[in-house]
Nanobody
Framework: HVQLVESGGGSVQAGGSLRLSCAASGLTYSRNCMGWFRQAPGKEREWVAHIISDGRPVVADSLKGRFIISSDDAANTLYLQMNSLKPEDTSVYYC????????????????WGQGTQVTVS
């Protein structure tokens, strides 16, 4: 398994930016896909973005142009740069790892971090 620890969440005013980080440890070499999800109170967990092992990033269409996913493989760290934040971006953001093909369905993912709260007002 992969252990995942998110950081970088916090409170920000609308229009501001935050950068989330996810430090991975454990069997990092065996995961094929790393991604970000978010979950607002009372709502289902929502796919945000993922990055395939070959480095290709994929971002949800509704977030393109504002969110950027990247990774530093040498540091085993995944990032999510969030710009022009809106109140509707308020959620707990989770980092996740999957051994096989990337998926936008949160139920398909294997390992999860504890989440980091992002609040936009």
């Amino acid at each position: 398994h992969v252990q995942l620890v998110e950081s970088g969440g916090g409170s920000v005013q609308a229009g501001g930016s935050l950068r989330l980080s996810c430090a991975a440890s454990g069997l990092t070499y065996s995961r094929n896909c790393m991604g970000w999800f978010r979950q607002a109170p009372g709502k289902e967990r929502e796919w945000v973005a993922h990055i395939i092992s070959d480095g290709r990033p994929v971002v949800a269409d509704s977030l393109k142009g504002r969110f950027i996913i990247s990774s530093d493989d040498a540091a085993n760290t995944l990032y999510l740069q969030m710009n022009s934040l809106k109140p509707e971006d308020t959620s707990v953001y989770y980092c996740a790892a999957r051994w096989s093909r990337c998926s936008s369905n949160w139920r398909d993912w294997d390992d999860w971090g504890q989440g980091t709260q992002v609040t936009v007002s």
